[in-house]
């Protein structure tokens, strides 16, 4: 398999993407650490502070499936200018929050921005990123977004206990800003019209498909059902993950702000090596097996089980490097299932790739809405800071079993069952 050049075009678009995808987190993780500051400031319960952690992903489950459908109508490039703009105030706006309601006003809206960020990019890799290498572009783009989720505690911290945490949200809104101009200078929506692309790279891209206006809506909300759900599972360990690592350790051991922002990067940085990881894995089985159920499903499902077994003995000791050393193994295999998760949708869809990728977000979108405001509920309720995980586990299970039901070796067609329209190493 063929490496990226650094100096190519599609890399250049795909630097852009782990770019997004790395701010995009910051700025959605960053309360996470924040709220240590806000928190006591408005002195908000932990209940409360689950609501401000969950309150972006209302309108970023609405606009899952809308800002799919959008980009692949209107292009990567206009949609992702319109959300950066979006998401770069709201971040802005999080720092002269005044309470509770405009804490929770600023989020939706970084919601409405975030939304159609992940759908949008897909639409883009579909047409610069080779076949081959699908599962390594959404995993080396995930990979900087945990990234992101890795540096935002030390970051945060730093920021806070020199300035505040207002600070924190001024600085990560401007960095948000920024991406926006330079994706306007840099990306194009057609990899022949960017004037450094060379006749190689387009020799190995995807043949330019017409832009597609009708959308199947309800036979493809069919086929992507399975995806959807095995996805939800997932991502309710990843928002458990993001919205309470950092007052884990902080409240469960007792750590100071500092330690609990080392703690918590590190399980993060784990999830880094295993979106990277994952990514080159599923690419790698798909070369030499030419099977997409053993690239993607089979992969999902062994690595669901093996993050399961991961979060087990946190429920049998409460040692704080046990405690770290079962949440990084945890978050790493969680993270190897991004690379195949978020190429089926370009597998089984490529031509609704976008409103595809859509709807296999809305089930982590909804498990942003349930899993930060239920886990606050429940560590209120009963002092334990461990009880969360254990729906983890109990929803990595399903995922196990749910995943063998996706079929991404079949391609998506209107009026055909899924076996009917087999998809070999050699598609585009």
Not at 76 to 99: E, I, N, Q, S, Y
Not at 259 to 275: E, Q, R
Request: hydrophobic share 50%; glycine share 8%.
């Amino acid at each position: 398999m063929k490496r990226f050049r650094v100096n190519s075009a599609t890399s250049i678009v795909l630097l852009m993407l782990c770019i997004m995808y790395f701010i995009t987190y910051l700025d959605r993780v960053n309360v996470s650490t924040a709220a240590a500051g806000f928190g006591k400031e408005f002195h908000l319960s932990h209940t409360e502070v689950g609501l401000v952690f969950s309150a972006f992903a209302y309108p970023y489950l609405v606009f899952q499936i809308i800002g799919g459908w959008v980009s692949d109508r209107f292009g990567a490039k206009r949609t992702l200018l319109a959300c950066g703009a979006v998401w770069a105030v709201a971040t802005l706006l999080t720092g002269f929050a005044g309470g509770l309601i405009s804490l929770l006003v600023a989020r939706v809206l970084l919601g409405f921005g975030e939304g159609a960020t992940f759908p949008a990019a897909t639409a883009a890799m579909s047409r610069w990123v080779a076949k081959e290498k699908r599962g390594f572009a959404q995993g080396i783009t995930h990979a900087a977004a945990r990234i992101g989720n890795a540096v935002a505690p030390g970051v945060v911290v730093l920021v806070m206990t020199t300035w505040g945490w207002r600070e924190s949200f001024y600085i990560c809104g401007a960095f948000s800003l920024l991406w926006v101009v330079v994706w306007a200078l840099t990306f194009t929506e057609h990899p022949k019209e960017h004037r450094r692309i060379t006749q190689a790279e387009l020799d190995v891209l995807p043949a330019p498909k017409a832009k597609t206006a009708n959308v199947p809506w309800k036979a493809l909300f069919k086929r992507m059902a399975p995806v959807t759900v095995v996805y939800f599972c997932y991502g309710w360990t990843l928002w458990l993950f993001l919205s309470w690592i950092p007052q884990y350790f902080l409240h469960s051991y007792h750590l100071d702000l500092k330690k609990s922002a080392v703690f918590a990067s590190a399980v993060f940085f784990a999830g880094v090596i295993g979106d990277t990881l994952g990514g080159i894995v599923t690419d790698k089985l798909f070369e030499r097996t030419g099977s997409l159920k053993r690239a993607r499903s089979w992969m999902v499902s062994i690595c669901m089980l093996l993050t399961l077994a991961s979060l087990v003995p946190l429920m049998l000791t409460h040692n704080v490097y046990v405690s770290m050393a079962c949440l990084s193994s945890g978050f790493f295999f969680a993270e190897m299932t991004i690379g195949p998760m978020w190429a089926i949708p370009m597998d089984i869809a490529p031509e609704h790739s976008g409103t595809a990728s859509g709807m296999m977000n809305t089930g982590s979108a909804l498990a942003a809405i349930i899993s930060p405001v239920l886990s606050g509920y429940l560590i209120d309720s009963f002092g334990n800071w461990e009880l969360p995980f254990v729906g983890s586990m109990l929803l990595m299970a399903i995922g196990v079993v749910l995943a063998f039901r996706m079929q991404p070796e079949s391609r998506f067609a209107v009026g055909a069952e899924p076996s009917a329209q087999p998809v070999t190493r050699f598609n585009s």
